[in-house]
């Protein structure tokens, strides 16, 4: 078994710096000389790659509602450190919203299927002795979670900093306050409508990364927060196959600012597997390489980019050329937007897109539609023959304009096991939908 010691940097809300914090940790501790790497709970494209920008070492997301056990277990194998740190997703008990279990698949569960402690990150900005109570209330909610330790966020002064210590010690002594990170505007991250503009588009990452490490070098006891790490407990890894079976042996991949939302377990699984990942940029008019036998266009924002795309005729080109030689085309929510007969941006503009499947997608009146899946193939094809099941995510405010349903790629349901009926298309060896799939569903 992989004993990677392990700690989980969590919190009561979305919203309490989270990410912040966790990059100023990464980067503070590498430059202590820790072969430290990070990993994001949950279905999360965006704050792996600032991990990765934070740590130099390749960051993965550990879902414990839509991976099977062993897939957790070999992702942690795969990943030899002197410490891994966790990046929870929205507040600590924030799950799939079971009705027996609203916490299934959240932090706190993976944080019970890998015996790895919680700092609990408490966002002091509009409180002070109240925070005991939350504290107090996240440490007692569950006994097979363990809140190691506090750090408060968005402190007002030195002032704040001694009430909010000393309301915290004397309601849980034994829960050590590992420090006091002061609001600073400096310290933000900008957003937009699916989470925080990405690494790759932040304008000076290296420098905000090296601030939030001063910042938590400065104001948390890195030593202490250290210590209380501990090796991973979960099942031992072991042999399965890989959360996606390859969709050819040379895969073209879609890789730019537009289709950035590829999980990298499944790239990394796919080479493991024996197939080449190719990568090329759409928005740079690229063609997918023409001896690729499959070509995969994962999700991203080319809402933002529909234009570009539209008048990228050697792309799209590429795209048609390769599905009239029945070439393997998988397309997964931005991906499947591309792939369909056109993109209604916000503005109501209409932009032409591939024309390879039978599906119109607008943001012109954006409606969220958000949760987990459980996606079962609807007739055999590049993801496997009729009956095999997947586990995934769907995170989008596109809305079906059109949409011919005869010959849907999945029939999916939601965490609950509600029916959500027929999703995606498949056409030829074309197929895509707005499910972005992470695991194979447990046999």
């Not at 799939?96 to 932090?107: N, V, Y």
């Not at 990228?312 to 998988?330: E, N, P, Y």
Request: aromatic share 6%.
């Amino acid at each position: 078994m992989n004993a990677t010691p392990g700690l989980i940097v969590a919190a009561p809300a979305s919203g309490s710096g989270k990410t912040v914090l966790t990059l100023g940790l990464l980067r503070a501790l590498r430059d202590r000389g820790l072969a430290i790497a990070g990993a994001k709970a949950g279905p999360d494209y965006i704050d792996p790659a600032f991990h990765t920008a934070a740590t130099d070492r390749p960051a993965f997301n550990l879902d414990p509602w839509a991976m099977r056990p062993e897939t957790l277990a070999g992702l942690i194998a795969a990943q030899p450190a002197d410490l891994l740190l966790v990046e929870g997703v929205m507040g600590l008990f924030d799950g799939a919203h079971l009705p027996d279990r609203p916490d299934a698949g959240s932090t706190a569960d993976l944080a019970a299927l890998t015996g790895w402690p919680v700092i609990l990150v408490v966002d002091a900005g509009k409180q002070a002795a109240s925070a005991a109570a939350i504290v107090r209330g996240f440490a007692g909610h569950r006994h097979d979670v363990r809140i190691a330790g506090v750090i408060f966020n968005r402190v007002a002064s030195e002032s704040h900093e001694a009430v909010l210590r000393s309301a915290v010690t004397s309601a849980t002594p034994e829960i050590p306050v590992l420090g006091a990170v002061y609001r600073d505007p400096a310290l933000a991250l900008p957003e937009r409508h699916l989470g925080l503009v990405q690494a790759g588009e932040h304008g000076d990452l290296e420098r905000f990364i090296a601030a939030a490490a001063e910042a938590v070098t400065a104001q948390i006891d890195l030593d202490t927060l250290r210590g209380l790490a501990v090796p991973y407990q979960g099942i031992g890894g072991t042999e399965t196959p890989p959360p996606l079976p390859p969709i050819g042996q040379v895969i073209a991949v879609a890789r730019d600012a537009a289709f950035a939302f590829a999980y990298p377990a499944i790239l990394a699984a796919w080479q493991q597997a024996g197939a080449e990942i190719r990568t090329f940029s759409p928005l740079a008019d690229d063609a997918p390489d023409p001896a690729a036998d499959a070509i995969y266009l994962p999700g991203g924002y080319p809402e933002l980019h529909a234009g570009q795309l539209a008048g990228a005729d050697v792309f799209l080109g590429g795209l048609r050329a390769a599905a009239a030689r029945s070439t393997k085309i998988f397309g997964e929510c931005g991906g499947y937007m591309v792939l369909g007969r056109g993109l209604i941006d916000e503005t109501g503009a209409r932009h032409e897109m591939a024309d390879l499947l039978p599906v119109e997608t607008s943001f012109a009146a954006r409606r969220l539609h958000l949760g987990y899946r459980t996606a079962t193939v609807a007739q055999d094809g590049p993801l496997g023959p009729a009956g095999t099941t997947y586990r995934g995510h769907e995170f989008h405010y596109a809305a079906i304009a059109g949409e011919d349903t005869r010959t849907p790629l999945f029939t999916a349901e939601n965490a609950r096991g509600e029916p959500l009926g027929q999703t995606g298309a498949i056409a030829g060896s074309v197929c895509g939908s707005f499910i972005h799939l992470i695991d194979r569903a447990a046999a």
